[in-house]
């Protein structure tokens, strides 16, 4: 019985060691560039789920860059690319 909760122990200590160090962590502070529409331009609205919000100067939030490309492309380019991230209300 000592065995299993030394064990128990130590793998607790793990799994609270480790939320600090997560990949999230690890993330460049640099800034990044705005998305290149034109490698979207042969596909459009063929897009992955994947969320990575965009924040457009008409104030509305696309999922990614792929879903903000194609829209950009199918308005005209009515709109510009303003920053990564919900929009927040204004």
Known sequence: MCFCSSWIRALCIVVLAFPPHSET???SSKRRDPPNCNQYADH???CTREMDPVCATNHQTY???CVFCSRKIESGHTFQFDYYGSCKSR
């Open 25 to 27: 962590s690890f993330r």
């Open 44 to 46: 459009l609205h063929f």
């Open 63 to 65: 999922s990614n860059s």
